[in-house]
């Protein structure tokens, strides 16, 4: 079983639509949990942080629910701009390493 | 942009053959990771370098190695290419081992192709 699963999509939604994306892991004594975005080509890039008690950055909302071990992120007001891949990250207290998903591909559609 | 720079940007290699890979981490930063990610692949876990000893290694054969110097400048080596391992090779440099829950900052990469 992958460390971390994530619908690979395609999500294809027109501007200002409202898209959600979820992540599931394995280890439940994982610690830290992110979301990471990477345009076509580059390196992945920190979108936000993932905490117990939810976040929000503007347009994006990130959730984590321990007990069911899924992470989620919630884009509102799709913008063009927004286009990429959604990268979920998670990682273990006992281990060195970020465990990332496959990605989840997401076009803004005008 | 995150500060951490590699070298090369890309890169071509006939299989057999060994590469080197570089990278600078972010200033401040002790602890340099590498990933590979092969294309529509998330990145994978290679190997990590905390204050210049490897500090965790993924499922990669030995023919994967790699150096941290004591300006916690990094490289990746890889022996005997293999056609697989085309691929973008990620760096990334965090304040602490990624254990600790710290946030890791990427290099562009550099992109391999073995043929």
């Known amino acids: ?110 | 942009e995150t500060g951490v720079t590699q070298s090369p940007t890309h890169l071509i290699k006939t299989r057999g053959q060994q590469v080197t890979l570089r990278c600078s981490s972010q200033s401040g930063h002790n602890t340099v990771s590498w990933y590979q990610q092969a294309l529509g692949q998330g990145p994978q876990f290679i190997f990590q370098y905390y204050r210049e000893e490897e500090n965790g290694r993924g499922n990669f054969p030995p023919r994967f190695s790699g150096l941290q110097f004591p300006n916690y400048s990094s490289e990746l080596n890889v022996n005997a290419l293999e056609l697989d391992d085309s691929a973008l090779y990620l760096c990334a440099s965090s304040l602490a081992p990624q254990g600790a829950g710290t946030e890791a900052f990427f290099g562009q990469g550099t992109r391999l192709t073995v043929v």
Do not use: H
């Open chain 1, 1 to 110: 079983r992958k460390e971390v699963e994530q619908d690979p999509g395609p999500f294809n939604v027109p501007e200002g639509a409202t898209v959600a994306f979820n992540c599931t892991y394995s280890n439940s004594a994982s610690q830290s949990f992110f979301w990471y975005r990477q345009d076509c080509r580059k390196e992945p890039k920190l979108l936000m942080s993932v905490y117990s008690s939810g976040n929000e950055d503007g347009r994006f909302t990130a959730q984590l629910n321990r007990a069911s071990q899924y992470i989620s992120l919630l884009i509102r007001d799709s913008k063009l701009s927004d286009s990429a891949t959604y990268l979920c990250v998670v990682n273990s207290y006992t281990g060195n390493q970020f465990y990332f998903g496959t990605g989840t591909s997401l076009t803004v559609i005008p």
